[in-house]
C-alpha cells in the first residue's frame, strides 16, 4: 500500500516537472522550454537578472523589492529546477533557452 503511494506521488511529481531521485547526487532535471513554463513570473523575471550575471541586491533594486524577497525567490527556483548552484541555475537556463 505505501509503495503504490509512493510511486502514485512520485509519478505526479515527474509530470509536474519535478526532480525525483532515490540518490540526488546523479539527479539531472530533463531541460526543456517546459521546465520553465512551470515558473511563476516573477521568479522568471528573477531567473532572466541571474542569467544577465546581476547581483540580488542588483536585482532587487531593477525589480522594486528588498534582497531578502530575491533570496526567497532564487531559493524557489533552485528548488523547483532541481539545482544546487547559481551556476548550474545559469546553465540549465542557458540550455533551455537554446534551439535545438
Do not use: W, Y
Amino acid at each position: 500500500m505505501v509503495e503504490k503511494s509512493l510511486r502514485l506521488m512520485r509519478s505526479d511529481l515527474l509530470n509536474r516537472g519535478v526532480v525525483v531521485a532515490t540518490d540526488l547526487a546523479h539527479a539531472r532535471p530533463a531541460v526543456s522550454g517546459d521546465c520553465l513554463a512551470a515558473l511563476a513570473e516573477r521568479e522568471r523575471q528573477v531567473l532572466d537578472q541571474i542569467v544577465a550575471g546581476r547581483l540580488n541586491k542588483q536585482i532587487a533594486a531593477a525589480l522594486g523589492t528588498v534582497e531578502k524577497t530575491i533570496k526567497f525567490h532564487r531559493g524557489n527556483l533552485m528548488r523547483k529546477l532541481g539545482v544546487r548552484t547559481v551556476a548550474e541555475l545559469v546553465k540549465l537556463a542557458e540550455r533551455a533557452a537554446s534551439p535545438r
